[in-house]
């Protein structure tokens, strides 16, 4: 499994962007994938994560109502689309495979991790 996540940039608070986390190597369709960001001088902290039928999330209650996990296991792609973007929500933001099917917002269960891709919003 090989992860790389796109669609960072910089935006207006209100604003919208939707990132994508694609998997360059084998399929993941049977994994959890999550979404992680990490602030400036902060730690990482769990954002969102579907299981591998796309069935199930969960969200961070920071996110929940704004932000939507989504995936197309035929493109091997999982998106997050942002709404409602607020500067708090800049940061660097990473895609991981968990190692078991079922969403989870434990850090300690992605084996895979990709590069991130920095969202930064404006006040």
């Known amino acids: 499994v090989q992860l790389q996540a796109s669609g960072g940039g910089l935006v207006q608070a209100g604003d919208f962007l939707r990132l994508s986390c694609a998997n360059s190597?084998?399929?993941?369709?049977?994994?959890?994938v999550g979404w992680f960001r990490q602030a400036p001088g902060k730690e990482r902290e769990f954002v969102a994560s579907?299981?591998?039928?796309?069935?199930?999330?969960l969200y961070s209650d920071s996110v929940k109502g704004r932000f939507t996990i989504s995936r197309d296991n035929a493109k091997s792609t999982v998106y997050l689309q942002m709404n409602s973007l607020q500067p708090d929500d800049t940061a660097a933001y990473s895609c991981?495979?968990?190692?078991?099917?079922?969403?989870?917002?434990?850090?300690?269960?992605?084996?895979?991790w990709g590069q991130g891709t920095l969202v930064t919003v404006s006040s």
């Open positions: 991981a495979a968990a190692r078991s099917s079922l969403a989870t917002t434990s850090r300690s269960s992605y084996a895979y």
């Open positions: 190597r084998r399929t993941f369709s049977n994994n959890a």
């Open positions: 579907i299981n591998w039928r796309g069935d199930s999330t």
